[in-house]
């Protein structure tokens, strides 16, 4: 019997990507459904009537959802081509540096949006200062760290793909946040994203990452 695997997703959205990445590293076949966030689907609702957000991945009826958790399933679930280390404390360092990629991500976000937005020179320094004070603290403790050394994408490098949503919110901006000059190794790990012939599938193309990040600058600048 066939497995049953979909994932509620968002184009736009980096945790749904990161699973698309597991998903694919793994050789597994799954449908993808697009979510319209602002009209959530029936389905999503009631697969996540916790948090009702995406993503959600389904596996033969059964929803799992949280992208950290969603990762560990599949890891689980289809062994061949593991993206967690098998040395149980290995495997704990690299949820820990996970989930602390996560927090620091909602860290540095708020600071990109206030530079983004910000009408005032002083004020947009602030945010750009504030990202990069959160950038810096993931380059000092990750640059080291070897879930970086390998030749495919582990748990704790999909994790931290969200970086390239970064990447592209500077270059909405004009200004420089990320530099391979203050943040070698973040920097070489962008590369690594962009080089990677998985990775390339599951981000979505540069062009509408832009469009869209444009859009959305323009409309919170008609909001103020």
Same mark, same amino acid.
């Given at each position: 019997m066939a497995e049953e695997v979909k994932l509620f997703g968002k184009?736009?959205? #980096?945790?749904?990507?990161?699973?698309e990445v597991a998903l694919k590293l793994k050789g597994v076949e799954y449908e993808y459904i697009e979510e319209d966030l602002f009209n959530k689907s029936p389905? +999503? +609702?009631?697969?996540? #009537?916790?948090?009702?957000?995406i993503p959600v991945l389904v596996h033969n009826g059964k929803p799992i959802a949280e992208s950290l958790v969603i990762m560990e399933y599949i890891d689980e679930t289809w062994k061949h081509n593991p993206i967690l280390p098998i040395d149980p404390f290995e495997k704990a360092m690299a949820r820990f540096w996970a989930k602390f990629i996560d927090d620091k991500f909602w860290a540095i976000w708020p600071a990109v949006k206030k530079a983004m937005t910000s009408g005032g020179e002083k004020e947009r320094e602030e945010g750009i200062e504030e990202a990069q004070l959160h950038l810096n603290t993931l380059e000092t403790q990750l640059k080291e760290k070897k879930f970086f050394g390998g030749e495919r994408l582990g748990f704790v490098e999909i994790s931290a793909s969200l970086i390239i949503w970064v990447v592209v919110s500077q270059e909405v901006m004009g200004v420089e946040i990320l530099t391979q000059e203050k943040f070698p190794a973040l920097h070489k790990l962008t590369q690594k994203f962009v080089d990677d012939d998985v990775f390339k599938q599951c981000v979505p193309p540069w062009e509408p990452l832009v469009a869209y990040f444009k859009d959305q600058l323009g409309a919170l600048a008609a909001s103020k």
């Open positions: 184009w736009i959205s #980096p945790f749904s990507r990161r699973i389905a +999503l +609702l009631n697969y996540n #009537p916790v948090h009702k957000k």
